[in-house]
């Protein structure tokens, strides 16, 4: 089989990203294949971080003096950038948090804390809260304890045999006590992408909010919230060629509103008095203390490198990879599939089994060759467990991947079988 | 390299267990998860006063945790209990130290075969999963006679 045609000049693109050029241990080639994990960042998000600290590094909306007004312009800049990106209709819905979990975690804590003024906004006994199997444990947790803190249910869709989800049941899942339905936009684990809209119309039926985790879609396909119609949308930088330690929360200015504030500190008051304080007006409200400045920056950067791309060949590019690797694996025996077997609504992350060898071994071995995975659970235990597997092993792509990685995984898998064989 | 890891020996454990399965009688039993990759192991051991005779032993995981669990069972089953965490010690010191330290045939056994182990930190807790548990198994396994000795008191 020779390699699909992709719209991108990934020899090009690989240029951009100093890592690629790395040899490991026994000289083989970095075959990196774990950018749902973290992705790798290019030259010009390493340059703006160096240029920040080296040339205008001072705190945010403190200082009066010149470096303030650069470092400033420069943070809320990255702003405006994130909400061009995913079509906000204003920049104040952009929140910077430190990363994705930050982002759901706040979503979930300040619904539990009962401090809102609008009912809507309030967890309690007789509420429910909504997610499905297939979560991260970052958006499962913090509903767990949501759920233990004010007596609120907490419910969640099943999976079908083929990594999809179980439907079936909405109209009874979502109902009038749903106050919130927070799901993945893609897997993390099985790279499913989700029926958002689906979920979007039933839970207007009933009033409940919808959170999305765009963790593993924002960085790889165009995103338009108004166009998805959730209310909530969180996801990560270090997943989209960013800096770690930046994440960001977008929600409908209505909502954000109605929230009372997360974490209490500076910059996020309007006036503060022994006797009670009040809170700054959105996106501060939600950024107490001085927050990852140089990261957002750098994000900002990864975005401007995105977009000059452009995330619809990014994606394209991604559909063309899974297809391939989906018939390379299948090809090999005993190799299966878990989560969806077709390009279909999916993204390029694919879990797999090698049957008789467990994951570890595997990605030792690729590891041996070169070829990067990530084996576990991936943070998702449930899915596991759904499958009936202790583990999986998972190839992730991202716009630098390339056809002959595949290959080398392919290849790696064949010599793994005859090690254990 | 894989030939470091994957010694024969291990891959022989591995594939061909000693001991493996739970079994009756059992003074203490404990069960341990690692959290990072979901492998399992759950281990009994019975006690004779202060002899163990059997460590009976069952769970899923990778060959460097099951093939681990297997030499556990060769090793200790028949020792005094004194003997046993002697051994386990020298097991942990081997695990901990980096790749640096010669292991001791005559006290490790097959065991010596996870010295490559050592080099691998994200395999380390791995080879240690039954082990760990062996110590807690064991420990319940005292503590319950004890008790009803005091009883009898």
């Not at chain 1, 209310?231 to 929600?251: E, Q, R, S, Y």
């Not at chain 2, 319940?140 to 009898?152: H, K, L, N």
């Amino acid at each position: 089989m020779s390699a699909p045609h992709s719209p991108l000049d990934v020899d090009r693109v690989r240029k951009d990203f100093p890592i690629l050029e790395r040899r490991l241990a026994g000289d083989h080639p970095l075959v990196y294949l774990d950018s749902a994990n973290t992705s790798q960042k290019p030259t010009a998000v390493l340059d703006t971080l160096a240029e920040h600290y080296s040339r205008h590094n001072a705190n945010v909306a403190r200082a009066v003096h010149q470096l303030g007004e650069e470092s400033t312009a420069a943070y809320e800049g990255a702003r405006d950038k994130l909400a061009v990106l995913i079509k906000a209709p204003s920049r104040d819905e952009i929140i910077f948090t430190k990363n994705a979990s930050e982002a759901l975690n706040l979503v979930a804590h300040t619904l539990a804390s009962g401090m809102a003024d609008d009912p809507r906004f309030r967890l309690g006994p007789g509420d429910e809260i909504v997610v499905t199997e297939m979560e991260h444990h970052s958006n499962i947790v913090p509903w767990q304890l949501a759920a233990k803190r004010t007596g609120a249910a907490f419910r969640w869709f099943g999976l079908t045999d083929d990594g999809r989800l179980d439907l079936s049941t909405i109209g009874e899942l979502i109902n009038e006590r749903t106050k919130i339905v927070s799901l993945v936009h893609q897997s993390n684990s099985l790279g499913t992408v989700n029926d958002v809209a689906t979920v979007v119309a039933r839970a207007r039926e009933v009033g409940a909010l919808v959170l999305l985790d765009g963790s593993q879609s924002v960085p790889h396909q165009p995103i338009d919230v108004t166009e998805l119609g959730v209310d909530l949308l969180a996801f990560t930088g270090h997943k989209m060629v960013g800096p770690t330690g930046i994440g960001v929360l977008w929600g409908r200015r209505d909502v954000l509103d109605a929230l009372p504030p997360f974490l209490g500190g500076g910059e996020m008051i309007e006036t503060v008095e022994m006797t009670g304080s009040t809170f700054a007006p959105i996106p501060h409200k939600f950024e107490a203390g001085t927050p990852p400045i140089a990261q957002a920056i750098g994000l900002g950067a990864a975005v401007d490198y995105l977009t000059g791309i452009g995330l619809d060949r990014i994606h394209a590019h991604e559909q063309a990879l899974t297809a391939y690797a989906l018939e390379k694996l299948n090809a090999v025996d005993g190799v299966r599939i878990i989560g969806p077997n077709s390009t279909e609504s999916r993204g390029g992350t694919v879990s797999f089994v090698v049957d008789g060898i467990h994951p570890h071994d595997v990605g030792q071995l690729l590891d041996e060759r070169g070829v990067a995975v990530r084996v576990g659970h991936h943070c998702a235990r449930p899915v596991c467990v759904r499958y009936g597997i202790p583990a999986t092993t998972r190839a992730s792509f991202y716009l630098y991947t390339t056809f002959d990685e595949i290959d080398a995984l392919a290849a790696g898998l064949d010599q793994v079988k005859r090690f254990f064989g | 390299m894989s030939d470091s890891l994957y010694q024969e020996i291990i891959l022989d454990h591995y594939k061909h267990p000693h001991g493996r399965g739970l079994r009756e009688p059992f003074g203490g039993e404990a069960h341990h998860v690692n959290p990072t990759c979901g492998d399992e192991i759950t281990i009994r051991v019975a006690l004779d006063g202060s002899t163990i005779t059997d460590v009976s032993y069952d769970g899923q995981g990778c060959s460097i945790s099951q093939a681990s669990a297997s030499v556990l069972h060769e090793l200790l089953t028949g020792r005094t209990v004194d003997d046993a965490f002697a051994v386990e010690r020298t097991f942990v010191e081997l695990m901990q130290g980096k790749g640096q330290i010669e292991p001791d045939e005559d006290v490790l056994g097959d065991g010596i075969a996870f010295a490559g182990v050592a080099k691998y930190p994200a395999r380390v807790k791995c080879a240690l999963l039954s082990w760990m548990a062996f110590k807690d198994a064991t420990a319940r396994a005292m503590a319950g006679p004890v008790t009803v000795e005091e009883d009898a008191r």
